[in-house]
C-alpha cells in the first residue's frame, strides 16, 4: 500500500506550504514510504484529487486544498483531519496501516482490543483458534444437555417400572395413613356432635320436668288456703245448728 500525498510545490501559500511540510516531516519521521504528487506541475494529479476527494469533505467552493493524503484509491483526509489523527497518537490507524510493534500507537490499539475482547496470549489472536475453541464450547454444551436428557429418560423409566407404592415408600404410606386418619377423624367428630345433641335434649327435658314440679307446687299453695277456708266454714256451721238445737 502506498500512500499518496498530493502537494502543490508552487504554491504562493505560506499556510499551504508549511502545512504540507508538517505532514511530510511527520511521515518520514515515523519511516511511512509515501509518493508526493505534485498538482502544480501535473494537471492529472490536479484532476485526480478533485475527482476523489469526498464531496461531504470539499470546501464551499468546491476546490480542495493541499495537502490532500489517500491510501491508494482510498481517501485518508487533509491536514486538519491528519493533525487530530497526530495528538490522538492514530496517524496509523488514519493512514490506514497497521502500526509497528512496540509504538505507543500499537499499545494503545492492544489496550483498546483488549478492553474489548478481553486478555490474549502472546498479544495475538488467531481466527482458527476463536472459531475451535467456540465450536469446542458448543460441543460441550450440547453433550451436557444430551447427558441431561438421558439422565431424565432414565428417571421416567424406573418411575413406569417400579411401582407407585414402591417408588414412593414411607411417603405413599403416611399418605395413605392420613386418609384412614381422615376418616377415623370424621367419623369421632360425627359422634361428638351426636353426643353433644343427645345431652342438650336431656338438659332441655330436666328443665321442663323442673317447671312442670314448679307449676303443680304453685297450684297446691294456692289451694290450701282455701281448704283451710272452707274448714273453718263448716265448723262454724256446726256450731251453728249446735246453738240452734239447744
Not at 444437555?145 to 421416567?156: G, I, K, T, Y
Request: aromatic share 6%; glycine share 6%; net charge negative.
Amino acid at each position: 500500500m502506498v500512500i499518496k500525498v498530493f502537494l502543490a510545490s508552487s504554491s504562493g501559500s505560506t499556510a499551504i506550504k508549511k502545512k504540507q511540510q508538517d505532514v511530510l516531516g511527520f511521515l518520514e519521521a515515523l519511516k511511512v514510504d509515501y509518493a508526493p504528487l505534485d498538482i502544480a506541475c501535473n494537471e492529472d494529479n490536479r484532476m485526480w484529487m478533485r475527482e476523489n476527494v469526498p464531496v461531504e469533505k470539499k470546501p464551499t467552493n468546491g476546490i480542495p486544498l493541499p495537502p490532500q493524503i489517500f491510501n491508494e484509491e482510498s481517501y485518508c483526509g487533509d491536514y486538519e483531519t491528519f493533525f487530530d489523527a497526530k495528538e490522538d497518537n492514530a496517524v496509523f490507524a488514519f493512514l490506514g496501516l497497521p502500526p509497528p510493534p512496540g509504538s505507543k500507537e500499537a499499545k494503545e490499539a492492544e489496550k483498546a482490543f483488549i478492553l474489548e475482547n478481553g486478555p490474549v496470549e502472546n498479544g495475538t489472536v488467531e481466527n482458527e483458534t476463536v472459531e475451535n475453541g467456540t465450536d469446542d464450547a458448543e460441543d460441550e454444551e450440547n453433550l451436557e444437555a444430551e447427558e441431561v436428557e438421558e439422565e431424565n429418560l432414565d428417571d421416567d423409566s424406573l418411575k413406569r417400572e417400579v411401582p407407585m407404592e414402591e417408588f414412593n415408600g414411607d411417603e405413599h404410606t403416611d399418605e395413605v395413613e392420613a386418609e384412614v386418619g381422615g376418616e377415623t377423624g370424621e367419623e369421632a367428630a360425627e359422634e361428638a356432635a351426636e353426643e353433644d345433641a343427645a345431652a342438650e335434649e336431656k338438659v332441655a327435658k330436666e328443665e321442663e320436668e323442673e317447671v312442670v314440679e314448679n307449676t303443680e307446687e304453685a297450684a297446691e299453695d294456692t289451694k290450701a288456703p282455701v281448704k283451710q277456708e272452707e274448714a273453718q266454714e263448716e265448723v262454724e256451721d256446726e256450731e251453728a245448728k249446735e246453738e240452734e238445737d239447744e
